[in-house]
């Protein structure tokens, strides 16, 4: 890994995939809260996460994410305030000028990201819907799309949703994963390989049989979903993968 970077399904250039400062402070914030620490002051809650365990702050943090984003994302980091910031510039800045480490990259998606997230239950559907119409809000040229005012007409709809017929669930996975996943990793790609002097793999990767994993957990929909690829890189015990 010090050699090379692996990147499955997921950039820092996904909308989800990335605070503000302001954004990360409040939901800093809210872990805190989470966590019985009731306070407004940042200094306070600092010295209050550094004494907790990073089990703890975990448990708060899964808590309050959402199936399908994540509640804490990389942010900038104020230079003059952390110790040892990580991040301290764009991403985009980074990529375009070649700030960043040249090393191989295999980066990439599989099949249908957002499968498992439409078809787990009602409320992850309709998030998801409504996280995929917020990542548009500010092109125009994207909400006058067939893709994108069928999924406003499903929103709207006050009843039928909980009953999609497969075909629709189909269309809202392959409009939510373009959009949410694809066009991110598809950038961050096009940006390595533009300004990477190390080797650039891209892939997609594609199958469905009866043991994957969105399938195990009661998702009856055709397809590889996000995390579905888990199970051929690390063991998961009683998940009856064939090697």
């Not at 199936?67 to 980091?77: C, D, K, Q």
């Not at 040229?141 to 909980?162: C, D, H, M, S």
């Not at 497969?166 to 994963?177: C, R």
Request: net charge negative; hydrophobic share 40%.
């Amino acid at each position: 890994l010090f050699r090379s970077a692996i990147a499955m399904s997921g950039s820092p250039l996904n909308a989800w995939g990335f605070l503000d400062m302001s954004e990360a402070v409040s939901r800093s914030f809210s872990i805190g809260n989470v966590m019985g620490i009731e306070t407004t002051n940042a200094s306070l809650l600092l010295e209050k996460l550094y004494n907790a365990s990073a089990d703890h702050i975990t448990l708060a943090a899964t808590f309050l994410s959402t199936p399908y984003v994540p509640f804490l994302t990389p942010t900038i980091e104020n230079s003059e305030i952390a110790a040892t910031p990580i991040i301290t510039e764009c991403t985009v800045k980074k990529l375009t000028t070649g700030h960043f480490n040249h090393v191989p990259v295999i980066i990439g998606f599989v099949n249908v990201e957002t499968l498992s997230f439409v078809g787990l239950d009602t409320l992850s559907r309709i998030g998801l819907i409504d996280g995929t119409l917020a990542v548009v809000q500010n092109f125009s040229e994207l909400l006058e799309t067939q893709e994108i005012q069928y999924l406003q007409k499903i929103r709207n709809k006050t009843e039928g949703i909980t009953n999609l017929p497969n075909g629709d669930l189909y269309l809202i996975s392959n409009i939510s994963s373009d959009l949410l996943f694809n066009y991110g990793i598809d950038r961050t790609e096009r940006f390595l390989a533009a300004g990477n002097t190390a080797p650039v793999y891209y892939y997609r990767n594609s199958f469905d049989y009866s043991q994957s994993l969105h399938k195990l957990w009661g998702i009856n929909l055709n397809g590889t979903s996000h995390a579905d690829d888990i199970a051929h890189i690390f063991w998961l015990p009683n998940k009856n993968q064939s090697l």
